[in-house]
């Protein structure tokens, strides 16, 4: 047990609607980080946030956001869902952000997303 | 810029055999690296991890890697396959302050019996 807790497990919807993954960190963590992995892409770094702020961006689509919140827990929103945004949808976390963070994260075990 | 390359995207051995999983990197600046594995339905966790410290590297269920800075590689090895090894492999490359972990393509490894 990583100690990161992700939900929904599975999620099932449909094309053009609105979804909202949670992620907790571990406990004491910062930073949050949110992955999306799909057979034909690999494992994705969407963005990441340390204490509430926005860190660093990937290749996060115009229709995803992300938050976190003063409780440090997070929450991903995909939006105007598209059959290619199935996946699965994994959140990290890790300590800090510099000076002795050496990137080791913690992986939650991943929200299923299909979109029919 | 960082990047991650991961040779063969699927690699078969038998019990009993040498593992021995590619992974090259590209980093501007020193930097750190990390072997992560995934078995089905899982997140990923991590293996081991390189921080500058011992070029060879020991990391959970009998793995090792060698960060060789002249050829800017990172391999994985495990001297004797075990059919509990069947998983996913990720290798992954970040820089001081870990603002942000690239990761590999993945290579899944088959063991037979």
Redesign the interface.
Known sequence: D?G?TQTPKHLITATGQRVTLRCSPRSGDL?V?W?QQSLDQ??Q?LI?YYNGEE??K?NILERFSAQQFPDLHSELNLSSLELGDSALY?C?S?S????G??????????SRLTVL | AQSVTQLGSHVSVSEGALVLLRCNYSSSVPP?L?W?VQYP??????LL?Y?SAATLVKGINGFEAEFKKSETSFHLTKPSAHMSDAAEY?C?V?????????????TRLFVKA
């Open positions: 990583s990161v930073s980080y992955y690999g494992l770094f990441q860190r660093a990937g994994f990290a890790s800090g952000l510099a000076g963070n050496t990137g080791e994260l913690f992986f939650g075990e991943g | 750190y990390f992560y339905n899982q997140g990923l966790q991590l991890k921080t990720f992954a970040s820089s001081t302050g870990g603002f942000k972990t690239i990761f590999g393509a993945g």
